[in-house]
């Protein structure tokens, strides 16, 4: 009884949060009065003592409804499913959402230590992971790149301001870049994940070389400007 009535204070929260829709879950459920009248909860409010309640979630499972399924056989797992009110809704708003369920889903764990643990997923909660490891993976390879990049650079240049002139153009290419994909609204995918990275190469090893050549013919006594037109 402690575990579920910490899972329906759960269910009655997750109402009560902006851009939820409708929550579903065991407590929701409803029968068929046999006189007509109007319908009551399978599972009765107040919870009753562990014997009542273990008959009433064995009579639940054999539900012709097939509702009974929100809790597992061994009723050691129960679902309660969040219906969002606008599910296409841009990633900061459905981030919102699944912050304010992660704070009352942690509020109802901790009624129960040591009893119940909860998770989030479904499409939502994917869609949200999936797009920041993407987002982290492409900062961090292309951070990683231009650090390596500058040491390169410097070694091969033997001058650190060389080496972050050279950085300069394929830094500005990889934010126009980043910046333009966003701001047109295109879709992640493959494109928009290596696009940059191979902006960023092209634009690295063109400076690279030029700037390189410039301190050659500057060496062999080429004037400074002069140098940019041999």
């Given amino acids: 009884p402690a575990t579920l009535r910490a899972v329906q204070d759960f269910a009655l929260d997750a109402q009560l949060i ?37 008959q009433i979630l064995d009579d639940l499972r054999k539900s012709p409804s097939g509702l009974g399924r929100l809790v597992s056989v061994d009723r050691t ?3 309660v499913i969040v219906t969002l009110e606008h599910p ?8 919102a959402v699944l912050a304010n369920l992660k704070v009352i889903a942690d509020a109802a764990t901790a009624t129960a230590p040591g009893l119940l643990q909860a ?28 650090v390596t990049g500058f040491m390169v650079c410097a070694f091969a ?11 300069m153009p394929s830094g500005t290419a990889l934010l126009w870049t ?13 494109l928009t994940v290596a696009l940059p990275a191979l902006i960023v190469v092209l634009s690295f090893t063109d400076t690279l070389h030029l700037t390189f050549e410039m301190r050659r013919l500057r060496d ?5 400007d002069r140098a940019p037109l041999e």
């Fill in 178 to 190: 980043v910046g333009a994909l966003g701001f047109s609204g295109y879709p992640i995918n493959v």
């Fill in 77 to 79: 797992m129960t679902v």
């Fill in 119 to 146: 998770e989030l997923t479904g499409l939502p909660v994917l869609r949200s992971t999936v797009i920041d490891s993407l987002f982290s993976d492409m900062w961090l390879f292309n951070v990683f790149g231009m």
């Fill in 88 to 95: 296409d809704a841009p990633l900061p708003t459905i981030n």
């Fill in 18 to 54: 902006d851009g939820v829709a409708d929550v579903h879950s065991i407590f929701a459920l409803r029968t068929s009065s046999p006189n007509g009248g109007a319908a009551r909860a399978i599972i009765p409010e107040p919870l009753p003592q562990q014997p009542q309640l273990s």
């Fill in 157 to 167: 240049l033997r001058s650190v301001f060389l080496a972050a002139l050279v950085l």
């Fill in 220 to 224: 062999s006594g080429v004037p400074d």
